[in-house]
């Protein structure tokens, strides 16, 4: 009999230990994230063990739905609760016949890669990325290299919310050995790095803490260490290479041991952030530009996928015009993007995140904060006579903000974005003005992208995965500029009751 779920369980009662929870907001538009709770946490769960259990039940049955082969790859991160979760999880897959190939503790592209490596179509990584202690998820797919979206979100959670999971025979569970080593060495096949660097590398005390040394020594990169030994209670700041407190850290240690570079993993290794070695933080998007321009000597007219959160330079860099590069601004989210990138035949997809796609034949086509790293390390071995701000510097001057998040509840962001877009069509349609500058266009494939003609821009969003909204602005002109679409932008908002406070501002 299949697990039925509710979403009114309260813990230390007897309910809560004999029925699945699972709150339904927690399916997202491309991955799922529960708040699971932490030590004297006044917000009450939105998932249990069994909950998680009527999870894998519901995956299960979505992959043979989906006529998927029945082999399912299954990590977690390094959270205190993320193994128990992951067992609960797979108890469910294997309910619903799935041959389940467990290779533990993991990055999101370890279990990627492990995909490709015990050749299994499925994968079902136990993280909650970069969000805050007491949150965790799960990034599913059926289609190496891609992961669900919104579509199978959607099934998926009629199928557990609906207690319309199947069981059936064939269930089986594997502990695999052994991956992380191979994932290893494929990173590092290029060979050690042909340029003495040292390189600041922080993982938060997130995941990539147990990975990212083996890999840098197998580069010959001297690495400066920087919160990479494990701690689930993250006691330094949340591994997130978007906050600028984690930016900062990297900074300072940048700065104190005279690096190269600085990186900065999230929580479960996907992204890859970057201070150059004066200090200063390289936001994700101005990093892809560079990026997209080596690519595009070696592969002229190359297609590249960047999400609406990122720099005008993809379009109107004079370099990339120069290699006949052509860029599409597309969905933010790493499925989105993957899948994007594959449909049109790009050669990499790039997010202001942080996360890069490296399609064929320079990758497999998921992203990899630690092959993001290496490209990077690629890139300064490929120009000996500059330095990472050089880099930065050879880059048309825009004045960018970082991704700012007001809080927002999950059941109504999409409602305040549909609204905010609205006003700004409205603006568009009446010939109307920012700073008097005209509204040259208003971008809504995801949110508004509000374009004015000087070439300045705001980005207005919801957040695919936690109860806020996104917003980003950037102007070629000025920082006056980019501050007075902010201030746009926050005024529109601030008008909603629904809009809390922003997390980070410019």
């Known amino acids: 009999m299949p697990l039925v779920p509710r979403a009114d369980l309260e813990p230390n ?25 932490a030590p004297d946490a006044k917000k009450p769960p939105e998932l249990n063990l069994l909950g998680a259990q009527a999870l894998g039940e519901g995956l299960g049955t979505l992959v043979h739905e989906l006529g998927a082969d029945p082999q ?3 990590g977690h991160d390094y959270r205190a609760y993320s193994m128990s979760i992951k067992q609960a999880l797979i108890v469910g897959l294997m309910t619903s016949g799935m041959e389940v190939k467990d290779i533990g503790l993991a990055l999101s592209p370890t279990a990627y890669f492990a995909q490709f490596d015990l050749n299994a179509a499925c994968v079902a990584m136990v993280t909650a990325s970069h969000n805050d202690n007491g949150w965790t998820g799960v990034k599913m797919g059926v289609e190496r290299p891609l992961t669900f979206g919104p579509d199978e979100m959607r099934r998926l959670k009629e199928i557990v919310l609906g207690g319309l999971a199947q069981s059936r025979p064939g269930g089986a569970y594997e502990r695999i ?5 191979r994932y290893l060495e494929d990173l590092a096949r290029g060979g050690p790095v042909n340029r003495p660097l040292k390189c600041v590398v922080a993982a938060g005390n997130g995941t990539a803490g147990a990975f990212a040394p083996e890999l840098f020594a197998s580069l010959g990169v001297e690495m400066v260490p920087l919160n990479l030994d494990l701690d689930y209670a993250f006691p330094h700041h949340n591994p997130n290479p978007e906050d600028m407190k984690m ?6 240690a940048v700065l104190e041991f005279g690096a190269d570079v600085g990186f900065a993993f999230d929580g479960d290794g996907d992204r890859c952030g970057v201070v150059d070695n004066e200090g200063h933080e390289i936001f994700a998007d101005k990093v892809g530009v560079l990026l997209a321009r080596e690519f595009a000597k070696r592969f002229p007219n190359a297609k590249f996928v960047v999400d609406v959160k990122s720099t005008g330079l993809f379009a109107a860099d004079p370099e990339l015009k120069a290699a006949g590069a052509q860029t599409e601004y597309w969905k933010t989210g790493h499925s989105y993007i993957k899948r994007r990138a594959r449909e049109i035949g790009a050669l990499a997809g790039f997010e202001k995140s942080g996360h890069y796609f490296f399609q064929p034949p320079i990758g497999r086509g998921y992203d990899d904060g630690l092959a993001s790293a290496i ?11 500059q330095t990472m701000a050089d880099m930065k510097r050879s880059l048309p001057l825009t004045y960018s903000s970082p991704t700012m998040s007001p809080s927002c509840p999950d059941e109504d962001k999409y409602r305040v974005i549909e609204a905010i877009t609205n006003d700004y069509l409205a603006l568009k349609q009446a010939d109307g003005a920012i700073m008097d500058v005209p509204v040259s266009d208003v971008v809504t494939v995801n949110g508004a992208r509000v374009m004015l003609e000087d070439g300045t821009w705001g980005l207005v969003r919801a957040s695919s995965n936690m109860p806020k909204l996104v ?12 501050r007075g679409m902010f201030n746009d932008i926050q005024a529109r908002l601030a008008a909603r009751p629904e809009v809390g406070a922003f997390d980070q501002t410019i």
């Open 13 to 37: 009662t007897e309910a809560y230990e004999m029925v699945p929870l699972v709150a339904p907001q927690g399916f997202r538009e491309y991955d799922a994230r529960w708040w699971f709770g």
């Open 247 to 252: 930016l900062h850290a990297v900074r300072d």
């Open 471 to 482: 917003v980003v602005v950037e102007s070629p002109v000025s920082e006056e500029r980019m």
């Open 72 to 74: 399912i790859v299954v």
């Open 177 to 181: 050995e052994g991956v992380k080593a």
């Open 375 to 385: 490209a990077i390390l690629r890139m300064l071995e490929q120009h000996p006579d």
